[in-house]
């Protein structure tokens, strides 16, 4: 049951992006927010995303949720961003909304890549200790040097050099993918599966083995690299990219649940 708080929506505004967000306040003496990462062209009103902040109403965490620049409700169009951008807009909205307390990253598909890399940015900071923890959903870390480069047709790469972005249909939109030049050389600056992956805190990672975007083994290479004293992969026999079915939205809260314990 929701214990009179009441979700607050904001604006933050940064590099002349405006980027929409909704808070709900934690319970009397609850320092620990949950931070909802979404994927590549997803909006913070997607099934994953407001199951979760239902959940929370129960569970007594603060949440947070938002949308990229060029994404749901925020300024801009997706084409317009870049990994760097993106980052950008999570570390700007944390940084207004969550206060200085403990942070639950909570990210599916792009949405594992900015968690690891906010991992790196809040070690830098000298804030490691905040990271509780992260709950990844079909994570894509690297995804356009290790997913698309790889794969590109010979047109691909020429509509890259001579229009400096290609497109591919979406099985999530009418609207084609349009992947930019930008977006590829943005991706290979923020690579993370180069070594090992620090993330300082727990990691529970759900993956579809029937996922048609991530394949599975992009999982397992990213338990591979990650250093912590406690990863999980759970593998999904009959699981999608989305992982959005009751089934899997009972997975990820499980996850969180556990993942939002102290100790």
Not at 19 to 48: I, Q
Not at 190 to 217: A, F, S, W
Not at 241 to 246: A, E, K
Request: include cysteine; proline fraction near 4%; aromatic fraction near 6%.
């Amino acid at each position: 049951m929701n214990d009179g708080r009441q979700r607050q929506n904001h604006e933050i505004t940064i590099a002349g992006r405006r980027l929409a967000a909704v808070l709900t306040p934690g319970g009397a003496g609850e320092d620990l927010t949950v931070v909802w990462l979404g994927g590549y062209r997803s909006d913070m009103t997607g099934t994953k995303a407001v199951a979760l902040e239902a959940y929370m109403d129960t569970l007594g965490p603060a949440f947070l949720r938002f949308d990229y620049s060029g994404h749901g409700v925020s300024s801009g169009h997706y084409t317009d961003g870049t990994i760097s951008v993106w980052l950008e807009d999570a570390i700007a909205v944390i940084d207004a909304l969550a206060g200085n307390g403990r942070l639950l990253l909570v990210g599916s598909s792009m949405g594992g890549w900015i968690a690891f890399r906010l991992a790196q940015i809040l070690r830098q900071r000298g804030e490691a200790e905040r990271l509780a923890g992260m709950v990844l959903i079909a994570p894509a870390p690297d995804f356009t040097s290790e997913l698309i480069e790889p794969n590109l047709t010979d047109a691909e790469r020429a509509a890259l050099t001579e229009k400096g972005y290609f497109e591919e249909p979406s099985d999530y939109s009418q609207e084609p993918n349009r992947f930019t030049a930008a977006l590829i050389e943005d991706g290979r600056e923020n690579r993370v599966m180069g070594g090992l992956i620090e993330t300082g805190c727990r990691v529970h990672i759900l993956q579809g083995m029937k996922d048609p975007d991530v394949p599975y083994q992009h999982a397992l290479k990213i338990m591979e690299r990650i250093v912590a004293d406690d990863a999980i992969l759970t593998l999904v026999h009959d699981g999608d990219h989305r992982l959005s079915r009751p089934e899997d939205i009972e997975r990820m809260l499980a996850a969180v649940s556990h993942m939002s314990q102290k100790g």
